[in-house]
């Protein structure tokens, strides 16, 4: 037994202790708009007391564990109904909204009822450009942003979900499932949009995120599992496909990157 334990200790002392995960913004146009994630911080005033939560490791740890991504958008939605009783996206302030009503269906979607998790809550669906980039195996997590308390309460739930970064470069999807259809969702640029969390094969392991170029063979792999969501509804089934044919190397950071 105690041959065991110093062999995992050995082994652990051998490991590195932090993963690099690369994003990039892979826009044409309006790139300076989107906000380059950043790691979660407490906006509190420092408390000197020994005891305050702010000392507290675990507490520390698990923030230390969340990047934000921030909202680029300043909207005012409504969920309205057409002349036949289906129901419709409306953008509350119409001329005088940030957004351009000409751009609207650029930017998001209201899924078609039969799509819909449940048939009284429609769902949302914006498309951003963040795209994650790691030759480790590192699996993502997109989480609504649960640690920030909000000044506009969302009436709704983020759509969350998980795959494998490493194999899967694809765009992020904000997904919205509106639960008060009563109410209004109202988006405010600079507000936490989700949070982004990782798991590694050592659940020590810290995680580095960095902007990432977007190089000839990112974007070939990226172009092999691209839409392939439209053809079929198991894509966990295409892992094993990518991880055969993904390169050695995709990471490779920008040399301006801040670490």
Same mark, same amino acid.
């Given at each position: 037994?105690?041959?065991?334990?110093?062999?995992?200790?050995?082994?652990?002392?051998?490991?590195?202790?932090?993963?690099?995960?690369?994003?990039?913004?892979?826009?044409?146009?309006?790139?300076?708009?989107?906000?380059?994630?950043?790691?979660?911080?407490?906006?509190?005033?420092?408390?000197?007391?020994?005891?305050?939560?702010?000392?507290?490791?675990?507490?520390?740890? *698990?923030?230390?564990?969340?990047?934000?991504?921030?909202?680029?958008? #300043? @909207?005012? &939605? =409504?969920? !309205?109904?057409?002349?036949?009783?289906?129901?419709?996206?409306?953008?509350?302030?119409?001329?005088?909204?940030?957004?351009?009503?000409?751009?609207?269906?650029?930017?998001?979607?209201?899924?078609?009822?039969?799509?819909w998790r449940h048939p009284e809550?429609?769902?949302?669906?914006?498309?951003?450009?963040?795209?994650?980039?790691?030759?480790?195996?590192?699996?993502?997590?997109?989480?609504?942003?649960?640690?920030?308390?909000?000044?506009?309460?969302?009436?709704?739930?983020?759509?969350?979900?998980?795959?494998?970064?490493?194999?899967?470069?694809?765009? *992020?999807?904000?997904?919205?499932?509106?639960?008060?259809?009563?109410? #209004? @969702?109202? &988006? =405010?640029? !600079?507000?936490?949009?989700?949070?982004?969390?990782?798991?590694?094969?050592?659940?020590?392991?810290?995680?580095?995120?960095?902007?990432?170029?977007?190089?000839?063979?990112?974007?070939?792999?990226?172009?092999?599992?691209?839409?392939?969501?439209?053809?079929?509804?198991?894509?966990?089934?295409?892992?094993?496909?990518?991880?055969?044919?993904?390169?050695?190397?995709?990471?490779?950071?920008?040399?301006?990157?801040?670490?």
């Amino acid at each position: 037994m105690l041959t065991k334990l110093y062999s995992r200790r050995e082994k652990v002392k051998k490991m590195k202790r932090t993963i690099d995960v690369g994003w990039v913004i892979k826009t044409q146009k309006t790139d300076i708009m989107w906000y380059e994630p950043e790691p979660f911080r407490q906006n509190v005033p420092v408390n000197p007391n020994a005891k305050s939560v702010q000392k507290c490791p675990s507490a520390i740890d *698990f923030d230390n564990r969340h990047f934000v991504v921030k909202c680029p958008y #300043d @909207l005012h &939605l =409504r969920i !309205g109904k057409t002349a036949d009783g289906k129901p419709q996206l409306l953008n509350v302030q119409g001329n005088n909204s940030a957004v351009r009503p000409s751009v609207m269906n650029q930017i998001m979607m209201l899924h078609p009822q039969e799509e819909w998790r449940h048939p009284e809550r429609p769902l949302l669906q914006f498309v951003t450009p963040y795209i994650l980039v790691a030759d480790d195996p590192v699996w993502v997590n997109q989480l609504p942003p649960y640690l920030d308390f909000l000044k506009t309460h969302r009436p709704g739930v983020m759509v969350s979900g998980r795959f494998p970064a490493h194999l899967w470069p694809r765009p *992020f999807m904000w997904a919205f499932e509106w639960h008060d259809i009563n109410s #209004d @969702l109202i &988006l =405010r640029r !600079g507000e936490p949009w989700f949070y982004l969390r990782f798991e590694t094969e050592d659940p020590t392991m810290n995680i580095r995120m960095v902007e990432a170029e977007w190089t000839e063979e990112v974007a070939a792999f990226a172009q092999s599992i691209l839409d392939v969501s439209n053809f079929t509804n198991r894509t966990y089934s295409l892992f094993r496909a990518a991880e055969s044919k993904r390169p050695i190397n995709l990471l490779k950071p920008k040399a301006s990157s801040k670490t």
